[in-house]
Structure formats: C-alpha cells, structure tokens
C-alpha cells in the first residue's frame, strides 16, 4: 500500500534529495494522516458516547490531535521546501523541526487533559456499558493506526524528515493507548471491573512520555547536535579520496535543514605541494561535495611534512603511545620544531568528552613524561580538543 500511494502521488519518487520530491512526500503523509485520523475521530467518538466510556471518547480526541498534527506537518513541511531567498541564505529547512517541536507540545497537552480527566473519573467513577461493537472498532483503529505508523515512519526515514518520524511514534504510541482501552472495556465486560479511570491514567502518563521524546529528538538539531558517526565517515572518505590530500580532521556539520548543510574541514597536504595546485584540489572537492552529497563544504587547507623520515617515525610512536594510554585518543597537525638544546613537538590531541579540565592535565603529563623517555631534549606542546562527531556508536 504505501509503495502504491508513493508512485501514484510523489512524481520523481526515487530522487529524495530534491527539495520538491521531498515537499511531495510530505504533503502525501499528511494527507494521508487527516483523513484516517479524521475517520477513527468520528467512529471513536460515537462509540465513547454510546457505550459512555471516557477512556474510548479520550482515545477519539486524541486521534482528533493527531490529525491538526498532519495539518501542521503539511504546513511545516511546504514552509522548509521553499528556497533560499536574500534572509535565508541557507533556506527554510529549519521549520520543519520546529513544526515536529510543536507536534510534541500538541501530544503532551492532550496527554495532560486527558490526565486530569482521569484522576476526575477515578475520583467520581461513572457507569459503563459493554458491547462488543466497541471492541471491534478499536481493533480495527489499531490495525489502521499501526499502519499509518510504518507508513510515516518509513517515509520519514526514506527523505529524513523530523516531522514524519515525530508523527510515526506518535501513532505507534496511540497503538499502545488504544490497546488499553480495549483491555479496560474487556475486563469490564468479562469482570464487571470499571477500569476505565485507571486505564486513562496509564494512557495519559504514554501519552506525556511519548511527547517528551518527540520534544528531545526536535529540539536536537536546533539546539544543535553533534555529527552522526556515519555522516562523519561519509565526508572525511569522500575528501581523503582525492589524490593530493593526505588526510583530514576538524569536521563541522552545521544543519540548516534535513536536506541541507554546510561543512567545514581541514584538508593536510603535502607541504611540498605547489600551493595553487592544493587550492585547485580544495575547489574540486568544494564543487563536487555540493553536487554529490548536496553539502556546502569548506576547506581549510593544512600543510603537513611528508617526506621527513624523522617526522614520520614519532607520529608512528606518538600514535602508538595514544592507543596504549587510551584507545579513543587521536591527534593531527603533528609538526616539528628543531632548536639547539630542544625539540617541540608541536600537535592537537582530541580527546572524548568525558574528560574534565582535570583528566586533560593528567593525559597531557604523561604523554609528555613517555616522550622525554625517548629523549631528553623532546618537549610536547600539545593542545586539546573534542570531536564534533557524536561518540555513541547507537546514533548510526
């Protein structure tokens, strides 16, 4: 079913990098969450009322949320598709996180209506009524609503888009909320036990949760998150790919949208290199990073010694010393600086974020301490520093 609303409806379904083809995808999953949401509305709602069950009437408001979600996801999503103008160099992409923010604020109110509903009704429990009709219809909502679940979830994934995967776990949430209600309305038809308060409490406490983390993984990429290891690995290969650059490191990403970012780097090249051919290879690998990974990329360009023999025997060591003190650790700019009784060596150190200024100072003396092992005239200026990419390995 959702291949055949994406060929019938999204035109260039496979070109997900263009910024229409997403607005396309976008407008189908909203579309397709006002109306289903509007049709289990309507039939909840009439059911809550015959078989006067406030847990299935609440279960009805919220799907009535979820479909003013669609329409503030088809919103959001139409705003960030509009292009760069003379305020917004970079674009509108950043609307659609906080269209998502705003789904999540929407699911934690009625999460908190629904609470104090509940806590009303457990208070003052009123008289319920079972028919099976009941039953069969919130079945069938969850049927509908785990589908349209996978469906945003999928899309969502497919053109990385914060407000489809927001309205995706807010719909397999309201499969979890649903499914309790169907289990209060058996038990009081097999028991006689009016759950139906402290169901409506347990869906209330989901339902605030479930906002909660929707709230958490929007505001991220505003606030500003940390690089996505996959992502890390993508950019450094595709620079180090090209002949005349020896290596990389100091990645930025900055996000400007799902679909749009700017990236800076610093590219070491030989510095016997002629330095108008190494600003020929930065300009190619600027203009192709745009058009094959559509991200604006600048590079800062690092001279580094290739061919000295020495140089290279104590980065050899130095990389061998790092791995032995503390797997994690890694360096760059490594360069040395010959005087008559001393010799600096000069690099940065990029440690994980765990360390304190304490545990800095500590790392720091004893790579000093092992290097004046080597010899006696050796001194480490060293400067730390972290990563910009995200150090759990579960955001891949």
Not at 253 to 272: D, F, R, W
Request: some cysteine; glycine content about 8%; overall charge negative.
């Amino acid at each position: 079913m959702t291949e055949l609303l994406v060929r019938r409806f999204v035109k260039d379904y496979k070109n997900t990098a263009d910024a229409k083809v997403r607005t396309s995808y976008g407008v189908l999953a909203s579309f397709v969450g006002i109306v289903c949401n509007i049709l289990l509305f309507g039939v909840k709602l009439g059911t809550g009322i015959a078989v006067h069950s406030i847990s299935v009437m609440a279960d009805a408001f919220n799907n009535l949320s979820d479909a003013a979600s669609s329409i503030i996801g088809f919103v959001g999503v139409k705003m960030a598709g509009k292009p760069a103008d003379e305020d917004h160099p970079f674009g509108h992409g950043r609307i659609e996180y906080i269209s998502a923010f705003i789904v999540a604020f929407l699911v934690i109110q009625v999460g908190f209506s629904l609470l104090k509903t509940s806590v009303g009704k457990i208070r003052n429990p009123e008289e319920m009524s079972f028919h099976l009709v009941s039953v069969v219809i919130l079945l069938l909502s969850v049927g509908v609503k785990l589908w349209l679940g996978l469906f945003n979830r999928k899309l969502g994934k497919r053109v990385q888009s914060t407000v489809m995967l927001a309205t995706a776990a807010d719909s397999l949430g309201d499969v979890a909320t649903t499914s309790s209600t169907i289990f209060s309305l058996l038990v009081f038809g097999i028991f006689g036990w009016n759950l139906d308060g402290i169901v409506g409490l347990i869906v209330s406490v989901v339902v605030m949760i479930a906002g909660i983390n929707i709230a958490k993984d929007t505001l991220a990429p505003l606030i500003g998150q940390a690089i996505d290891p996959q992502a890390y690995r993508q950019i450094t290969e595709f620079v180090e790919k090209y002949e005349g650059i020896v290596g990389s490191h100091d990645l930025i990403v900055h996000n400007y949208g799902p679909s749009k970012s700017m990236a800076s780097i610093h590219a070491e090249v030989p510095n016997e290199q002629n330095i108008e051919v190494s600003h020929e290879i930065v300009d190619t690998i600027e203009r192709d990073c745009l058009r094959e990974l559509g991200i604006f990329l600048v590079i800062h360009m690092d001279p580094v010694e290739t061919h000295n023999e020495k140089a290279a025997a104590l980065r050899e060591e130095m990389a061998k010393l790092l791995d032995r003190l503390d797997s994690r650790l890694e360096f760059h700019d490594f360069r040395i600086v010959n005087g008559v009784d001393r010799v600096n060596l000069i690099f940065d150190l990029v440690v994980p974020r765990e360390y304190n200024p304490s545990m800095r100072g500590t790392i720091k003396d004893k790579i000093s301490e092992e290097v004046q092992g080597w010899d006696s005239r050796y001194f480490c200026v060293i400067t730390v520093e972290n990563s910009y990419c995200a150090e759990n390995p579960e955001s891949i």
